[in-house]
């Protein structure tokens, strides 16, 4: 193996380090985080125009699964000192789990869809929320049931497992009330991010 082939392999990794997007600076307002991160309200509206779910709640949802972490992940269980696995296998932007992401790439995503890329996560939000509206008759629009779906699953919603778990009621609420402060800043700045995507497309 040459030099050039063994620098390539040590760099490599550093690489896609360097290329991991940063959390927003301020993750409480949407203008701010889609200022900061533009192609991020760019994937946003595509989410929206193909799944009819508003903005603002999968970023509610987001921001409490991951607090817009690409690789965020729950805490490692140990036996002693000893590592021997994680809590659950979600995962990334969406702490989506394997069973549902893999569901999703057969039906709306691609073999090639990242867990730890904001555009494919926030996509599976806006497929998971159409078939919550879909099977449970949730409104895309209610971010405390949809938030109750996403944590439980269809059937966990439908059996009303939440009521045995007030703590996670109350993480729904908090849910709710940011997706709500959300769309109110939105509005305020939606026109701007709108212009300032048009400009960047035929002038950038």
């Known amino acids: 193996m040459n030099v050039f082939k063994k620098l390539t392999i040590l760099l490599f990794p550093l690489s896609l380090m360097a290329c991991a997007t940063a959390p927003p600076k301020n993750p409480e307002n949407i203008c701010e985080?889609?200022?900061?991160?533009?192609?991020?309200?760019e994937a946003a509206k595509d989410m929206n125009e193909r799944w009819g779910t508003p903005i603002h709640v999968p970023?509610?949802?987001m921001?409490?699964?991951s607090s817009f972490v690409h690789d965020a992940a729950p805490p490692m269980e140990y036996f002693w000192f000893i590592p021997i696995g994680r809590m659950s296998d979600?995962?990334?932007?969406?702490?989506?789990?394997?069973?549902?992401?893999?569901?999703?790439?057969?039906?709306?995503?691609?073999?090639?869809?990242?867990?730890?890329e904001f555009d494919d996560a926030i996509d599976f939000m806006g497929w998971f929320t159409d078939k919550t509206h879909k099977i449970n008759g949730?409104?895309?629009w209610a971010a405390?049931?949809?938030?109750?779906?996403?944590?439980?699953?269809w059937t966990g919603y439908k059996n009303k497992s939440y009521n045995k778990k007030p703590w996670l009621i109350k993480v729904a609420q908090r849910v709710d009330a940011r997706?709500?402060?959300y769309a109110s800043q939105l509005?305020?700045?939606?026109?701007?991010?709108?212009?300032?995507?048009?400009?960047?497309?035929?002038?950038?």
């Not at 985080?33 to 309200?41: A, K, L, N, T, V």
């Not at 405390?144 to 699953?153: F, I, M, R, V």
Request: glycine share 6%; with cysteine.
């Open 90 to 116: 979600a995962y990334g932007y969406a702490q989506a789990r394997d069973a549902a992401w893999g569901d999703y790439q057969d039906e709306a995503g691609s073999f090639w869809s990242d867990r730890d």
């Open 187 to 204: 509005k305020g700045c939606q026109e701007n991010l709108d212009s300032s995507w048009l400009w960047r497309m035929f002038f950038s």
């Open 144 to 153: 405390y049931s949809q938030y109750l779906n996403y944590h439980e699953g």
């Open 179 to 181: 997706s709500k402060r």
């Open 59 to 61: 970023m509610a949802m």
């Open 138 to 140: 949730i409104s895309k």
């Open 33 to 41: 985080i889609f200022f900061e991160h533009r192609s991020w309200y």
């Open 63 to 65: 921001y409490q699964e």
